[in-house]
């Protein structure tokens, strides 16, 4: 399995817009955060989890050439903004994509993507078909049945007041955009390896992890190894991750993972 952290930043992303704070003017690479994302790669099947309103140019520079699912952590901007960038990967592929998400997300999606999921579909959008995810599920290649299914358990979790969706594939879970985990789903994440977790700053927000309740997660899971992921730009690279216990460190973008699938 090899996993590629495409974008750790936070809705806005980093640098901010007219700012000039030191991790803002910051020289180190590891302080340029795009909207979060992740592809993970398994035996030849390619799952991404969200497409933000960067994943063009994440795509372009991880040369992703394969796409055979999407899985949606919540519907907020940063997440989905980035559908329509999916069309290429259908221009010599016309198999369509499963788009998976929770209830809740998938009801908003079929809103304000109606031309992607309505009756009355544009004949040139992504070929997406939007799924529920209502337990475990497998996403198969849509380039080759030799590629084996790949096995995709949801994690149950809160984003503020918004029921929210991370995911572990075999070892690995990817837990972005959380301030809540409810013991069911720690149970679920028991024995994994990798783990990528909500971190958004020092300073209280009730939507997401700071900082120091992430490091206490991420202990209670107890994963060999965890990186912190949607910072924003109070948190500079060198220095925060300097401080961070063994075994857990911040993502950066381009982080390329790999462990055994299972």
């Given at each position: 399995m090899t996993?590629?952290?495409l974008?750790?930043?936070?809705s806005v992303?980093?640098p901010?817009?007219?700012c000039?704070c030191?991790?803002c003017?910051?020289?180190d ?5 795009t909207r ?8 030849g ?7 933000g ?7 372009m520079?991880e ?9 949606i952590?919540?519907?907020h ?8 960038d999916l069309?290429?990967y259908?221009?010599?592929?016309r198999?369509?994509?499963?788009c998976i998400a ?7 999606m079929?809103?304000t993507?109606y031309?992607?999921f ?5 004949s040139?959008?992504?070929?997406l078909?939007?799924q529920t995810a209502n337990?475990?599920?497998e996403v198969r ?11 995709v ?6 984003h503020?007041d ?10 690995f879970a ?8 409810p013991?069911?789903?720690f149970e ?6 990798i783990?990528?977790?909500?971190a958004l700053?020092h300073?209280p927000h009730y ?7 992430a ?7 107890g ?9 924003t ?14 075994g ?7 982080l390329?993972i790999t462990?055994?699938?299972?």
């Amino acid at each position: 399995m090899t996993v590629t952290l495409l974008g750790t930043g936070t809705s806005v992303g980093v640098p901010v817009l007219g700012c000039d704070c030191r991790v803002c003017t910051s020289s180190d690479p590891r302080d340029r955060r795009t909207r979060c994302a992740c592809l993970v790669e398994v035996d030849g099947v390619h799952i991404l989890i969200d497409a933000g309103p960067d994943f063009r140019m994440q795509a372009m520079r991880e040369d992703i050439q394969a796409v055979d699912a999407l899985l949606i952590t919540h519907h907020h901007f940063d997440h989905v903004a980035g559908l329509d960038d999916l069309r290429p990967y259908f221009f010599w592929n016309r198999q369509p994509m499963p788009c998976i998400a929770r209830e809740n997300t998938a009801e908003v999606m079929r809103t304000t993507f109606y031309y992607i999921f309505g009756e009355d579909r544009y004949s040139g959008a992504a070929l997406l078909q939007l799924q529920t995810a209502n337990g475990p599920f497998e996403v198969r290649s849509r380039y080759t049945d030799d590629a084996p299914p790949v096995p995709v358990q949801p994690i149950e979790m809160t984003h503020g007041d918004l029921p929210a969706l991370g995911y572990r594939i075999g070892n690995f879970a990817y837990l972005t955009d959380a301030s809540y985990i409810p013991d069911a789903s720690f149970e679920k994440l028991d024995g994994v390896e990798i783990v990528v977790l909500d971190a958004l700053r020092h300073k209280p927000h009730y939507k997401h992890f700071t900082i120091p309740e992430a490091v206490d997660v991420a202990q209670r899971i107890g994963a060999r190894q965890t990186y912190f992921t949607h910072m924003t730009h109070s948190v500079l690279h060198a220095e925060e991750d300097a401080r961070l216990p063994e075994g857990i460190n911040l993502g950066y973008d381009g982080l390329i993972i790999t462990l055994d699938a299972s």
